[in-house]
């Protein structure tokens, strides 16, 4: 059974930054594709970036120059490092996990475990 349990959102003013972290619980990390999707209020969720066991990452092309994705293999934890934030930015950012191959294009319905989300506000 896999649980993911996102930390570290917040609020910020535009400009900031923030580190979102996922802790994975259960077995066979090595086995997963680990992605960060949004969701802002009355918007499709959708994919951020993720990465592969190979370290491979994949991100969204308008937000690769701000975000970076990584993962601390020994303690199944994938952080989602944020920087110079806009108010655009605003959403429930949520950490997911998909059993496999870690597509290119990070789609909601290919994952199927995800975390209950944590918060990113950005203010202008």
């Known amino acids: 059974q896999v649980q993911l349990v996102e930390s570290g959102g917040g609020s910020v003013q535009a400009g900031g930054s923030l580190r979102l972290s996922c802790v994975f619980s259960?077995?066979?990390?090595?086995?997963?594709?680990m992605a960060w999707f949004r969701q802002a209020p009355g918007k499709e969720r959708e994919g951020v970036a993720g990465?592969?066991?190979?370290?491979?990452?994949r991100y969204m092309e308008s937000l690769k120059d701000r975000f970076t994705i990584s993962q601390d293999k020994g303690k199944t934890t994938v952080y989602l490092q944020l920087n110079s934030l806009k108010p655009e930015d605003t959403a429930m950012y949520y950490c997911?996990?998909?059993?496999?191959?870690?597509?290119?294009?990070?789609?909601?319905?290919?994952?199927?475990?995800w975390g209950r989300g944590t918060q990113v506000t950005v203010s202008s």
């Open positions: 997911a996990a998909r059993r496999g191959y870690c597509y290119r294009m990070l789609y909601a319905n290919d994952f199927s475990n």
């Open positions: 259960g077995s066979g990390y090595e086995h997963y594709c």
């Open positions: 990465i592969a066991i190979d370290d491979g990452t």
